[in-house]
């Protein structure tokens, strides 16, 4: 029996075996009062939808393990912990990591995966209410490793982590991995136009051709939130995100069941921006709402139409943060095009557990290479950015 300061931890195969509370107490305190989480990503609804709807779980190569920990009877932290069959829809990729794992005779799948599927979006993956900061992420961490080892896998990866969680957990001996997103930040602009005047001249003349362009598309471009969005938004949607993921994944990641438990759970953690023509739904990009950052997720169209992709994936969530105060907007993984659209690179982290001595000193010596070339080309990324300069004599 533990004393009241020893930390418990317990392995659930699935979110329907702890409350919702005692869940978000510990993914979203912030949001207690009634206000939105910080992201909606980790909380106990939108986890839950991915179970639910059969998006992850048995046949997906997403198994949930999730972790909770608790303190004299009460939960004080809690990760999203998947077992993992393959590599497929976490965005930090390690297939040449597998590759060379098992062409040396190892087995590197199953593998542990703290992260929230599919979703390549910075937020904590260490839910610790607060006051248990430091017991909280320390009994995770144990905890996954333990599981990792005890069950003889190769490895536990934490994606998509935030900077100070990856600090942390480097401190406890995890590797640190960087990599690059480009996301759009709001300087305080009072309009798209405000945007648009911190942009050099042959650039903001680009963009304002970009969205002529798309905005003549001979349709009208919709922005959908809460009970705004109906059942026959995601019937469009849906169409739309099987033809995006049939050219990327091969297969979409998401099931059609996902959809209606987000009109069910999720509405108001989204804005659907959706494009109608000639009273048909022919494109449309889905985002979720933080507290305060957009997060552009997923885009598909049945008809072709020049520039709308921009319209509706990047500019239209540029206009929703200026619009409603947002701080900036991340439109997910990878994407130099985004550069000249005003969204500019910064570095996202990741956390690494390596079960076999030779094999992790060989991903060390990599990371360490892999950081100093993220951050290189980082710096060169910037200063190919839209942003005026100093010198620009149209300031």
């Known amino acids: 029996m533990p004393t009241a300061d020893q930390i418990e931890i317990h392995v659930l195969g699935s979110l329907e075996e702890v409350a919702p509370q005692a869940w978000d107490a510990c993914a979203a305190p912030e949001a207690a009062g009634g206000g939105r989480p910080f992201d909606p990503f980790t909380t106990h609804r939108f986890l839950l939808a991915l179970e639910r709807s059969g998006s992850v779980g048995p046949g997906t190569g997403w198994s949930p393990r999730h972790l909770t920990a608790h303190r004299g009877g009460e939960m004080i932290a809690a990760a999203p912990l998947y077992a993992k069959s393959h590599s497929q829809g976490e965005y930090i990729f390690d297939h040449n990591w597998a590759h060379a794992y098992e062409n040396a005779g190892g ?103 970009e969205r002529a362009t798309a ?70 990009a889905l985002n979720f709402i933080g507290r305060d950052t957009l997060y552009g997720r997923y885009w598909g169209c049945t008809e072709h139409h020049p520039c709308l992709h921009f319209e509706l994936c990047y500019y239209a969530a540029i206009d929703h943060a200026i619009a409603h105060g947002l701080a900036r907007v991340e439109a997910g993984a990878q994407g130099e095009h985004k550069l000249a659209r005003g969204y500019l690179p910064v570095t996202t982290h990741s956390l690494h557990w390596i079960a076999d001595d030779g094999f992790r000193r060989a991903i060390a010596q990599y990371l360490e290479a892999e950081r100093a070339a993220v951050e290189e080309d980082i710096e060169i990324l910037t200063s190919y950015g839209p942003f005026r300069k100093v010198e620009d004599p149209e300031k």
């Open 107 to 209: 087995r590197y799948y199953p593998k542990l995966q703290i992260a929230v599927p599919f979703t390549p979006a910075t937020g904590r993956r260490f839910l610790v209410k607060p006051g248990h900061e430091a017991a909280g992420m320390g009994a995770l961490v144990q905890g996954a490793v333990q599981l990792a080892s005890e069950n003889g896998l190769s490895s536990l990866h934490v994606t998509f982590c935030t900077e100070a969680e990856a600090i942390a957990g480097r401190q406890m001996g995890l590797m640190h991995r960087t990599s690059q997103q480009f996301h759009w930040h709001n300087a305080g602009y009072a309009d798209f136009d405000a945007f648009l005047a911190s942009l050099s001249s042959r650039k903001r003349k680009a963009i304002r051709k």
């Open 215 to 284: 905005q003549g598309f001979g349709g009208t471009i919709h922005h959908l939130t809460g009970d705004a969005i109906a059942p026959e938004h995601w019937d469009a949607f849906w169409c739309f995100y099987q033809d995006t993921g049939a050219r990327k994944w091969g297969r979409p990641y998401l099931t059609r069941a996902f959809f209606d438990e987000a009109q069910e759970s999720l509405r108001d953690d989204i804005l659907l921006v959706m494009a109608e023509r000639e009273g048909r739904w022919v494109a449309g």
